[in-house]
Protein backbone atom coordinates (compact mmCIF):
# COMPACT_ATOMS: atom_id res chain seq x y z
CA UNK A 1 0.00 0.00 0.00
CA UNK A 2 1.22 3.78 -0.90
CA UNK A 3 1.02 6.13 1.38
CA UNK A 4 -2.17 7.73 -0.44
CA UNK A 5 -3.94 4.01 0.25
CA UNK A 6 -3.78 4.78 4.08
CA UNK A 7 -4.89 8.53 3.98
CA UNK A 8 -8.37 8.61 2.19
CA UNK A 9 -8.12 12.61 1.67
CA UNK A 10 -4.95 11.84 -0.49
CA UNK A 11 -2.63 14.43 1.69
CA UNK A 12 1.22 13.70 2.62
CA UNK A 13 1.20 12.67 6.42
CA UNK A 14 3.09 16.29 8.19
CA UNK A 15 5.87 15.82 11.10
CA UNK A 16 4.34 17.68 13.90
CA UNK A 17 6.00 20.06 16.04
CA UNK A 18 5.79 17.30 19.36
CA UNK A 19 7.54 14.77 17.26
CA UNK A 20 10.23 17.27 16.31
CA UNK A 21 10.97 18.20 20.08
CA UNK A 22 10.89 14.39 20.41
CA UNK A 23 13.56 13.61 18.11
CA UNK A 24 15.59 16.80 18.97
CA UNK A 25 15.42 15.61 22.50
CA UNK A 26 16.64 11.97 21.60
CA UNK A 27 19.42 13.44 19.93
CA UNK A 28 20.82 15.61 22.92
CA UNK A 29 20.28 12.66 25.19
CA UNK A 30 22.41 10.66 23.17
CA UNK A 31 25.03 13.24 22.77
CA UNK A 32 25.08 13.81 26.19
CA UNK A 33 25.77 10.26 26.91
CA UNK A 34 28.31 9.90 24.32
CA UNK A 35 30.06 12.56 25.71
CA UNK A 36 29.90 10.97 29.48
CA UNK A 37 31.21 7.94 28.05
CA UNK A 38 33.86 9.20 26.17
CA UNK A 39 35.31 11.28 29.09
CA UNK A 40 34.34 8.34 31.64
CA UNK A 41 36.89 6.19 29.50
CA UNK A 42 39.58 8.28 30.17
CA UNK A 43 38.73 8.21 34.22
CA UNK A 44 38.63 4.39 33.90
CA UNK A 45 42.18 4.17 32.23
CA UNK A 46 43.26 6.04 35.04
CA UNK A 47 41.60 4.26 37.69
CA UNK A 48 42.56 0.87 36.32
CA UNK A 49 46.64 2.41 36.62
CA UNK A 50 46.24 3.47 40.28
CA UNK A 51 45.11 -0.15 40.99
CA UNK A 52 48.18 -1.67 38.98
CA UNK A 53 50.22 0.88 40.92
CA UNK A 54 49.07 -0.07 43.91
CA UNK A 55 49.43 -3.65 42.96
CA UNK A 56 52.87 -2.98 42.28
CA UNK A 57 53.79 -0.84 46.10
CA UNK A 58 52.07 -4.15 47.60
CA UNK A 59 54.06 -6.34 45.58
CA UNK A 60 57.43 -5.05 46.65
CA UNK A 61 56.41 -4.32 50.12
CA UNK A 62 55.80 -8.21 50.04
CA UNK A 63 59.14 -8.83 48.65
CA UNK A 64 60.68 -6.72 51.21
CA UNK A 65 59.15 -9.11 53.47
CA UNK A 66 60.66 -12.39 51.91
CA UNK A 67 64.19 -10.92 51.56
CA UNK A 68 63.81 -10.46 55.52
CA UNK A 69 62.87 -13.86 56.82
CA UNK A 70 66.43 -14.61 54.42
CA UNK A 71 68.09 -11.83 56.43
CA UNK A 72 67.71 -12.00 60.03
CA UNK A 73 64.65 -10.27 59.98
CA UNK A 74 66.03 -7.10 58.85
CA UNK A 75 64.94 -5.24 55.55
CA UNK A 76 66.67 -3.99 52.33
CA UNK A 77 69.37 -1.27 53.52
CA UNK A 78 67.50 1.88 52.15
CA UNK A 79 70.17 2.75 50.22
CA UNK A 80 70.00 -0.38 48.03
CA UNK A 81 66.85 -1.78 48.58
CA UNK A 82 65.99 -1.82 45.07
CA UNK A 83 69.28 -3.31 43.98
CA UNK A 84 68.67 -6.41 47.16
CA UNK A 85 64.95 -7.19 45.76
CA UNK A 86 66.23 -7.19 42.38
CA UNK A 87 68.79 -9.58 43.09
CA UNK A 88 67.27 -11.70 46.04
CA UNK A 89 63.49 -11.77 45.39
CA UNK A 90 61.47 -12.53 42.46
CA UNK A 91 60.29 -9.22 41.68
CA UNK A 92 60.39 -7.49 38.33
CA UNK A 93 61.42 -4.74 36.98
CA UNK A 94 57.79 -3.95 35.76
CA UNK A 95 56.80 -3.46 39.67
CA UNK A 96 59.46 -0.81 40.26
CA UNK A 97 57.19 1.93 37.72
CA UNK A 98 53.82 3.41 38.44
CA UNK A 99 51.76 2.84 35.03
CA UNK A 100 50.34 6.27 35.19
CA UNK A 101 53.95 8.09 35.08
CA UNK A 102 55.47 4.84 32.87
CA UNK A 103 59.02 6.36 33.06
CA UNK A 104 61.71 6.09 34.63
CA UNK A 105 63.23 3.42 36.56
CA UNK A 106 61.46 3.31 40.01
CA UNK A 107 58.54 5.51 41.18
CA UNK A 108 58.60 3.69 44.94
CA UNK A 109 60.94 5.10 47.89
CA UNK A 110 61.62 3.56 50.80
CA UNK A 111 60.62 4.59 54.33
CA UNK A 112 64.15 4.01 56.09
CA UNK A 113 62.95 4.08 59.56
CA UNK A 114 60.31 1.10 59.43
CA UNK A 115 61.61 -2.44 60.59
CA UNK A 116 59.81 -5.86 60.54
CA UNK A 117 58.97 -5.02 64.22
CA UNK A 118 57.59 -1.55 63.19
CA UNK A 119 53.94 -1.38 63.54
CA UNK A 120 51.70 -2.51 61.01
CA UNK A 121 50.10 0.38 59.66
CA UNK A 122 53.35 2.39 59.32
CA UNK A 123 54.28 2.87 55.87
CA UNK A 124 57.14 0.85 54.35
CA UNK A 125 57.18 1.97 50.48
CA UNK A 126 55.75 5.21 48.73
CA UNK A 127 55.15 7.30 45.46
CA UNK A 128 58.05 9.44 44.90
CA UNK A 129 59.24 11.41 41.89
CA UNK A 130 61.72 8.43 39.21
CA UNK A 131 64.76 7.39 40.96
CA UNK A 132 66.50 3.96 42.05
CA UNK A 133 66.89 2.79 45.64
CA UNK A 134 65.28 6.28 47.31
CA UNK A 135 64.77 6.94 50.56
CA UNK A 136 63.29 9.04 53.02
CA UNK A 137 59.81 10.02 54.16
CA UNK A 138 57.16 13.11 53.51
CA UNK A 139 59.86 14.97 52.01
CA UNK A 140 59.69 13.10 49.09
CA UNK A 141 56.29 11.32 48.86
CA UNK A 142 54.75 13.17 45.74
CA UNK A 143 50.73 13.11 44.24
CA UNK A 144 51.95 13.69 41.34
CA UNK A 145 51.87 10.47 39.50
CA UNK A 146 47.88 10.50 39.45
CA UNK A 147 47.15 14.25 38.67
CA UNK A 148 47.66 15.20 42.53
CA UNK A 149 44.65 13.31 43.69
CA UNK A 150 46.63 10.93 46.02
CA UNK A 151 49.80 8.16 45.94
CA UNK A 152 49.78 4.82 47.06
CA UNK A 153 51.46 3.22 49.99
CA UNK A 154 52.38 0.17 51.55
CA UNK A 155 52.27 0.06 54.82
CA UNK A 156 54.56 -1.97 57.05
CA UNK A 157 51.87 -5.31 56.57
CA UNK A 158 51.48 -5.19 52.85
CA UNK A 159 48.29 -3.01 53.61
CA UNK A 160 47.82 -1.00 50.31
CA UNK A 161 46.43 2.32 50.43
CA UNK A 162 45.87 5.14 47.72
CA UNK A 163 46.22 8.60 50.30
CA UNK A 164 44.43 11.33 49.22
CA UNK A 165 46.76 14.60 50.13
CA UNK A 166 44.40 15.92 53.06
CA UNK A 167 45.06 12.79 54.55
CA UNK A 168 48.64 12.12 54.22
CA UNK A 169 49.89 14.05 57.48
CA UNK A 170 47.90 11.00 59.45
CA UNK A 171 50.40 8.41 58.14
CA UNK A 172 52.89 6.65 60.89
CA UNK A 173 56.40 7.72 59.62
CA UNK A 174 58.74 7.10 62.66
CA UNK A 175 59.33 3.87 64.41
CA UNK A 176 57.05 2.72 67.08
CA UNK A 177 57.58 -0.64 68.51
CA UNK A 178 55.16 -3.44 68.71
CA UNK A 179 54.34 -4.44 72.06
CA UNK A 180 54.44 -8.61 72.62
Known sequence: MSETENNPQGQKPKIGILAIVKITAVAIILLLISALLWSGHFHLREYRRR???G????????SMVIYACGYDDKYPTADKWCDLLRKYTEVSEKEFVCPSVGEGRC???MNPNTELTSLPEMV???ETKGGWNQFG???ILTFENHG?????????YWHGEFVKPERVGGLKWNVEKRRR
Request: charged fraction near 15%; glycine fraction near 14%; include cysteine.
Open 148 to 156: GKGCNICSN
Open 124 to 126: LLF
Open 137 to 139: GLE
Open 55 to 62: ENVIALGK
Open 107 to 109: NYA
Open 51 to 53: IRC
